[in-house]
């Protein structure tokens, strides 16, 4: 499966985006999917994560401003994101792996989209 990430820009404190994870080449519906961001300098960090049976889980610095979700039907993948904050600036990238899994593991996922860019002025 191929992913395209999209969705990034820039915005100020306090902003939403949307960010947008397409795959093609297979159907998503029995995939897991996750986000990761990495900020310059630092390692790539888990975000959230959907499993193929909808359920979530977010890391703590995204609890109640991050939403993932997923439409099978479009084949895409989400994140919602309200309330950003500056040390929210990173390239976020989307994930996803075939064997089902529940992984806040960049190595778990087998599949990477290129990045997006998101930068939140203060």
């Known amino acids: 499966v191929q992913l395209q990430a999209s969705g990034g820009g820039l915005v100020q404190g306090g902003d939403s985006l949307r960010l947008s994870c397409a795959a093609s080449g297979h159907s998503f519906r029995s995939y897991s999917m996750a986000w990761f961001r990495q900020a310059p300098g630092k390692e790539r960090e888990f975000v959230a994560y959907i499993t193929y049976s909808h359920s979530t889980n977010y890391a703590d610095s995204v609890k109640g401003r991050f939403t993932i979700s997923r439409d099978n039907a479009k084949n895409t993948g989400y994140l919602q994101m309200n309330d950003l904050k500056p040390e929210d600036t990173a390239v976020y990238y989307c994930?996803?792996?075939?064997?089902?899994?529940?992984?806040?593991?960049?190595?778990?996922?087998?599949?990477w989209g290129q990045g997006t860019l998101v930068t939140v002025s203060s």
């Open positions: 994930a996803a792996q075939a064997i089902p899994t529940s992984s806040a593991k960049p190595s778990s996922y087998g599949y």
